[in-house]
């Protein structure tokens, strides 16, 4: 199972803003606007590296998730899209 981590230390600002989230990731100079569950799946990246079922086990701690298969192909989703702009990174 593939282990997440963020991109690199102090890769990226994090900012709330009035409902958002804005990410500003140093090494592509991009600033990214994003919601719930984005800036959660990078709160526990930070903390841990993290597989998808442990992003799911962490995130359902505290919130509702709903339907476990449904949660695990949502956070999937969101971690491919997060692989894919270089804010995380397989471990």
């Known amino acids: 199972m593939t282990h997440y981590r963020p991109a690199g230390k102090d890769a990226l600002v994090v900012r709330s803003l009035d409902g958002f989230t804005l990410l ?3 090494p592509s100079g991009q600033t990214h606007l994003v919601a719930s569950p984005v800036p959660e799946i990078i709160q526990v990246l930070q903390k ?14 505290d919130f509702d998730l709903g339907d476990r298969a449904e949660a695990i192909a949502e956070l999937t989703h969101h971690v491919d899209a997060l692989v894919a702009l270089g804010l995380i990174r397989p471990a």
């Open 24 to 26: 500003y990731h140093r």
């Open 48 to 61: 841990v590296d993290a597989d998808i079922s442990t992003l799911y086990e962490v995130l359902a701690h």
